[in-house]
């Protein structure tokens, strides 16, 4: 980085202080609202993931409050925001902070990451921004400002460059409002230091930037190729009787945990889509299925991995449901399927049902 230290933290604070958008999360130092915000702002862009925190402190205003909450109830607030993990370790840290903290979140970086959930980044934005604590953070956005500042030609993904930058991170950081330093690089990634066309013209730190310097901005920051993303087919049985459909939980600590679902999975190497049907269903519920019409055809995509869900009425020919792979299984009129957290490509086909 060019220049003084000092010089970069006035440049950067006086910008942050005109320029700060005005985020719900900011006009407090709740620390239960900044954690909040920083868990659910995680994979979510900051426009959609606004209306979500705003609804879920309506419903969980306080720490108490989500503690004493029903995992479900916890979920179905979360349902749509995606990566269900971050949900369920926001509600164990809130019971843990109740039980053993006497409700009070611990103000240090270091006993933060012993939560559930926590690691070295959400730590660092939560003490500094709630407990002025000085420690640093490093999200995508932080990590693209550093590697231009200093024109990091490595990949900013490989661990000893992550390293590095997290080093530069603390030496940047100011020992007076650390939290609004670490808000206003946080802010400096997402508005003007952009993955691509940066403003470098609006920068208040432009002086300081080696890459720009270089002109070299636009080709930092550097990453390692992805892997290819695979694709599954996947079949889903509706399988209906009189007027209501059977949905299984799944189990809370594996892949969408706790979330509901339709029997079904993927197709395997020389399978139909009707003799799939008919052993997920043997091997997840012990019942032999009629397979009918098809209802749609969806697509989502999860972070790794790609789906085609197939959809087709079913009926039980055979046998009575057990849960095999589930936890828990229900009929349900599709009336009712709001009160239910589904995964986000369920929805694509529920309004069919």
């Excluded at 993931?49 to 879920?56: I, L, S």
């Excluded at 006497?102 to 933060?112: Q, S, T």
């Excluded at 231009?148 to 020992?175: C, G, S």
């Excluded at 032999?288 to 789906?307: I, L, Q, R």
Aim: aromatic share 10%.
């Amino acid at each position: 980085m060019k220049g003084s230290i000092g010089t970069f933290q006035k440049a950067l604070l006086a910008w942050f202080d005109r320029e700060a958008r005005d985020l719900p999360w900011r006009r407090t130092k709740d620390p239960y609202c900044v954690y909040l915000a920083e868990i659910m702002m995680q994979q979510t862009r900051v426009d959609q993931g606004t209306p979500y925190y705003e609804r879920f402190l309506e419903r969980f205003p306080t720490l108490q409050s989500l503690a004493e909450a029903e995992e479900e109830a916890v979920l179905k607030q979360w349902e749509g925001l995606g990566y269900y993990t971050r949900a369920r370790n926001l509600h164990r840290t809130a019971r843990i902070l109740m039980e053993q903290y006497d409700g009070r979140f611990p103000e240090f970086a270091e006993l933060l990451q012993l939560l559930p959930g926590i690691g070295k980044y959400t730590a660092g934005a939560v003490a500094s921004i709630a407990f002025d604590q000085q420690a640093p953070v490093v999200d995508g956005n932080v990590k693209r400002v550093l590697s231009r500042l200093n024109a990091v030609t490595e990949p900013v993904d490989l661990p000893a460059v992550e390293q590095t930058l997290w080093a530069a991170a603390h030496a940047l950081l100011p020992a007076k409002r650390p939290g609004d330093f670490n808000q206003g690089m946080m802010e400096l990634g997402a508005r003007i230091c952009t993955p691509k066309s940066p403003t470098c013209a609006e920068c208040p730190v432009q002086a300081h930037c080696e890459a720009y310097a270089r002109n070299i901005q636009e080709t930092l920051p550097k990453k390692t190729p992805k892997k290819s993303v695979p694709h599954y087919e996947v079949v889903v049985a509706a399988i209906q009787d009189d007027g209501r459909y059977l949905i299984g939980k799944r189990p809370s600590d594996g892949f969408l945990g706790g979330l509901w679902e339709f029997p079904g999975g993927k197709l395997q190497p020389g399978e139909t889509h009707q003799q799939a049907l008919q052993r997920e269903c043997r091997e997840e519920l012990g019942v032999d299925v009629k397979v009918g019409g098809m209802v749609a055809v969806a697509n989502h995509a999860y972070t790794h991995f790609k789906v085609t869900l197939n959809v087709y009425r079913c009926s039980i020919t055979k046998g009575k449901p057990k849960a095999r792979t589930h936890t828990e299984l229900r009929w349900v009129p599709p009336e009712e399927f709001d009160a239910y957290p589904f995964p986000k490509g369920n929805h694509k086909f529920l309004g069919l049902l």
